[in-house]
């Protein structure tokens, strides 16, 4: 198949050497001429994607919007999730009417409150039987180094998640299939919360229990959350719920999770932005769950108490004290 992916960071340059590896022609889109020049040139990402020498040959690249969605059958966004209305709009029209849009994104739009498919739907004026998203335990670098990992394709219309699943599936990258794309949207935006907050406290120099604690709450909070937004809860079981927690909750490999960490180690939030290799969703994310838990009538004890560190820099002991009320109640 042909294959576009707009945004060559760290995951969509993965993702693509992925699509290549299961036979597919990819066409990498990117702002940066000097990123757009490495992989079609001399076949690496040294910006975003060190890791890899050689991407695959039949992996290219382009700066031109036009040029690189003639003829996709997929095409692939893998942008910061608060950029992708902006870098979005100007594809509406360009994109093949029977094009599948895949979103790899993990991030609630802030000030909207929007998901990505909704956005991105409302963005390119998509069907949403068009669109489908990825999202599961699959740390960009893990990947490019091909170790066996798997995820998630969503999609209302399960022929076409079909379709993605066989477009990405490879000897070490599996694909499992649902229709439930609420669910894992919402999975992939909010365990950047939790990981945040998990990061934080080992920062922090907190151990096994703290992070299980916040692990099993934070679960618990975007479980109630998602199923308020009319997500499958058997979807926050499954890889790209609990799965994608365990791995962004115990990896440095994560920004989130780093970020987090920096901030428990002192660090103040214009610090840990500066010292973050690359986009901590989790970040603007977090206002967002807040605003979306007021609009379902979901208590979001968690990520309330991250946005107080973001928003009012309240410590590390300040933010884990306000994970529980006074009352004692059923778990
Ligand atoms: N890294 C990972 O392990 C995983 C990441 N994800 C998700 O994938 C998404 C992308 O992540 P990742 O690739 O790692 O992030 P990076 O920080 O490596 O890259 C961000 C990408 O967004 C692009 N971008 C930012 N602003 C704009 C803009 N205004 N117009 C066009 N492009 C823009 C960047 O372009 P430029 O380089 O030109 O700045 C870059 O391609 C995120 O939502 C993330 O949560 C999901 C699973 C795993
Ligand atoms: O989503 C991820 C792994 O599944 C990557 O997490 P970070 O965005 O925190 O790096």
Redesign the pocket.
């Known amino acids: 198949m042909n294959i576009t992916v707009?945004?060559?960071?760290?995951?969509?340059?993965?993702?693509g050497k992925v699509l290549a590896d299961a036979g597919n022609d990819v066409t990498m889109w990117?702002?940066?001429p000097e990123?757009v020049e490495g992989i079609r040139d001399r076949h690496c990402n040294e910006?975003?994607?060190p890791v890899v020498e050689q991407l695959p040959a039949n992996m290219t690249a382009t700066g031109d919007r036009a040029e690189a969605v003639r003829g996709a059958e997929i095409v692939v966004v893998?942008?910061?999730?608060?950029?992708?209305r902006?870098?979005l709009e100007p594809f509406n029209g360009l994109i093949p009417p029977n094009a599948i849009v895949v979103?790899?994104?993990?991030?609630i739009e802030r000030n909207t409150n929007k998901r990505?498919d909704e956005v991105v739907c409302e963005s390119l004026g998509l069907d949403a039987s068009h669109f489908a998203a990825?999202?599961?335990p699959?740390?960009?670098?893990?990947?490019a180094q091909e170790q066996p990992a798997a995820t998630v394709v969503a999609c209302e219309d399960i022929d076409n998640a079909k379709k993605v699943a066989r477009a990405c599936t490879t000897n070490y990258f599996k694909a499992f299939v649902t229709t439930d794309v609420i669910g894992l949207e919402m999975c992939?935006?909010l365990k950047?919360v939790v990981a945040l907050a998990v990061g934080m406290a080992r920062g922090a120099g907190y151990g096994e229990n703290t992070a299980a604690m916040i692990e099993t709450r934070g679960l618990a909070e975007l479980t109630a959350l998602g199923e308020a937004a009319g997500a499958n809860p058997k979807t926050f079981a499954g890889l790209a719920g609990v799965g994608?927690l365990i791995a962004t909750c115990g990896s440095p490999?994560?920004?989130?999770y780093t970020f987090g960490a920096n901030l428990g180690k002192g660090m103040s939030k214009d610090e840990a932005t500066k010292a973050s290799?690359?986009?901590a969703?989790g970040v603007p994310t977090t206002a967002a769950v807040v605003a979306l838990g007021e609009r379902y009538g979901v208590p979001t004890p968690l990520a309330s108490a991250m946005n107080r560190v973001l928003e009012e820099g309240i410590s590390c002991a300040d933010m884990l004290a306000q994970l529980f009320g006074s009352d004692i109640t059923v778990e």
């Open positions: 707009l945004g060559a960071g760290a995951w969509g340059t993965a993702f990117a702002i940066e990123i910006v975003r994607l893998a942008i910061a999730a608060q950029f992708a902006v870098a979103s790899l994104m993990k991030g990505m990825v999202s599961g699959n740390l960009s670098k893990e990947i992939g935006s950047n994608d490999l994560s920004r989130n290799n690359g986009v969703e």
